[in-house]
């Protein structure tokens, strides 16, 4: 049974991220939603963990910083994270891409969308 309150769309966003007990990385964003993401990282993340997660937006937009995420789940390489906190400015952005996304799914070029040339 799926529990998310937020349809999810998948993306391909570079994101870093740490934490305060010392975990660090980079990671691949797969999917976005207004309260949580899908990332694949080589570091391994346990879930319970928060995290501070930077997401390098595509294009002009910029880098989405996330105050407060915490992994909901870990299997493999993949996490599902849910946001916790951002400040104001940022969450409107966040509801921005989302919006975008939402409205342009079919609009993107072929090598803009997930998977492409992989």
Known sequence: MDQ??????????????????LVQGDGTLVDLSLRGCGLVSSVALLPGTTVHLHIHMEGNKGLLTIGQAVVRWCRNSRAGLEFLSLQPDE???LQDVVKELDRHPYERSDEDRPGAGT
């Open 4 to 21: 998310r309150q937020q349809p999810r769309f998948p993306v391909r966003f570079h994101s870093s991220f740490s934490s305060v007990n």
């Open 91 to 93: 969450w409107a952005r």
